[in-house]
């Protein structure tokens, strides 16, 4: 096996943690709406999921752990993605999926000490629907 055939394969079980962590927060309330469906679809896309992956995380999205990035702002964008799913339902969001959030920021590496201050900020810029560069900027400067 060669270095690339290692890094395309830690980089695609990135990705399906990810993914996975993503259907998490989605079945969270126990359904599936057509707008999450639609934003899964996409992002299946974009992380280079095949259809039987995304079928199998579907079915089974604790399979996969979440795996943190090492750069911050790799951690930052996939907070963006999550964050963008639990804001899916019209902006109605349960309490089950802000603290589902919490939990994937902590697995992402986002500190205890002000996980629930970035989890709302998080929300708060998603909620204005930001693009991914803003809410990156926004993130990396809220204490300044």
């Given at each position: 096996?060669?270095?690339?055939?290692?890094?395309?394969?830690?980089?695609?079980?990135?990705?399906?943690?990810?993914?996975?962590?993503?259907?998490?927060?989605?079945?969270?309330?126990?359904?599936?709406?057509?707008?999450?469906?639609?934003?899964?679809?996409?992002?299946?896309?974009?992380?280079?999921?095949?259809?039987?992956?995304?079928?199998?995380?579907?079915?089974?999205?604790?399979?996969?752990?979440?795996?943190?990035?090492?750069?911050?702002?790799?951690?930052?964008?996939?907070?963006?993605?999550?964050?963008?799913?639990?804001?899916?339902?019209?902006?109605?969001?349960?309490?089950?999926?802000?603290?589902?959030?919490?939990?994937?920021?902590?697995?992402?590496?986002?500190?205890?000490?002000?996980?629930?201050?970035?989890?709302?900020?998080?929300?708060?810029?998603?909620?204005?629907?930001?693009?991914?560069?803003?809410?990156?900027?926004e993130m990396q400067h809220m204490n300044k």
């Amino acid at each position: 096996m060669s270095i690339s055939d290692l890094y395309d394969s830690g980089f695609r079980n990135r990705n399906k943690g990810h993914f996975s962590a993503i259907v998490r927060v989605a079945l969270s309330d126990g359904t599936l709406s057509q707008e999450e469906k639609k934003f899964l679809d996409k992002l299946a896309i974009k992380l280079e999921i095949s259809p039987s992956e995304y079928e199998e995380i579907l079915a089974n999205p604790v399979k996969y752990p979440v795996n943190p990035p090492l750069l911050h702002t790799s951690r930052l964008e996939r907070l963006y993605d999550l964050a963008r799913m639990v804001y899916t339902d019209e902006h109605i969001m349960a309490e089950k999926e802000q603290g589902l959030l919490t939990r994937f920021a902590l697995a992402l590496g986002f500190t205890p000490g002000n996980v629930n201050y970035i989890v709302d900020k998080a929300l708060k810029l998603v909620d204005h629907k930001v693009d991914l560069d803003t809410f990156t900027y926004e993130m990396q400067h809220m204490n300044k």
